[in-house]
T-cell receptor, first 112, second 110 residues
Framework: SQTIHQWPATLVQPVGSPLSLECTVE??????LYWYRQAAGRGLQLLFY??????ISSEVPQNLSASRPQDRQFILSSKKLLLSDSGFYLC???????????FGPGTRLTVT | GQQLNQSPQSMFIQEGEDVSMNCTSS?????WLWYKQEPGEGPVLLIA?????ELTSNGRLTAQFGITRKDSFLNISASIPSDVGIYFC??????????FGQGTRLTINP
């Protein structure tokens, strides 16, 4: 069966510091991968998605970036965090043949 | 961009009552998905709908794909305390992307 992992689970970072969130999927190959941000327990905003290694599509302009160095690894980064980057970050995967997306447990980021 | 209008935003019900929520859009979707999210966790897929008019059940949950393909409905029968959470609808937007509704927060009084 497939499993999706995210770490860290929680993170408190000062403004201006760098960020690296990691997502890995097990039990499948060549998944579509997604990063979402959720503010205040509502509304999932799609940030990035990837259909293959090195292929990243950005949905909203921001100071975040994403990379996919391996087939089942998706990384969300920032060089300098802003207060507005606080939120709940969710990684999701999709088999590609269907449109169903499966979410990881999320990372709670607080920028102070 | 594309938006889904999900209603109601919040529901406060008594345990044992039935629940209904819906999502509407001005656009046509070929796929509707329903998720449930509990506090501090990622959303969990409940039901996927792929055909207009389709009615699918998952235990006490039943979801329908509207005939016009612009709406979908989720019903929960005989609610229990563990049904508490936020329910999201999502529609397939194309290019491997989903668009999500803003969620319906369900609170149950025992």
């Amino acid at each position: 069966s497939q499993t999706i992992h995210q770490w860290p689970a929680t993170l408190v970072q000062p403004v201006g510091s760098p960020l690296s969130l990691e997502c890995t999927v097990e039990g499948t190959s060549n998944p579509n991968l997604y990063w979402y941000r959720q503010a205040a327990g509502r509304g999932l905003q799609l940030l990035f998605y990837s259909v293959g290694i090195g292929q990243i599509s950005s949905e909203v302009p921001q100071n975040l970036s994403a990379s996919r160095p391996q087939d089942r690894q998706f990384i969300l980064s920032s060089k300098k965090l802003l207060l507005s980057d606080s939120g709940f970050y969710l990684c999701a995967w999709s088999p590609g043949q269907t449109y169903e997306q499966y979410f990881g447990p999320g990372t709670r980021l607080t920028v102070t | 961009g594309q938006q889904l209008n999900q209603s109601p935003q919040s529901m406060f019900i008594q345990e044992g009552e039935d629940v209904s929520m819906n999502c509407t859009s001005s656009s046509i979707f070929n796929t509707w998905l329903w998720y449930k999210q509990e506090p501090g966790e990622g959303p969990v897929l409940l039901i996927a709908l792929y055909k207009a008019g389709e009615l699918t059940s998952n235990g006490r949950l039943t979801a329908q794909f509207g005939i016009t393909r612009k709406d979908s409905f989720l019903n929960i029968s005989a609610s229990i305390p563990s049904d508490v959470g936020i329910y999201f609808c999502a529609g397939y937007l194309g290019a491997q992307k989903l668009v999500f509704g803003q969620g319906t927060r369900l609170t149950i009084n025992p």
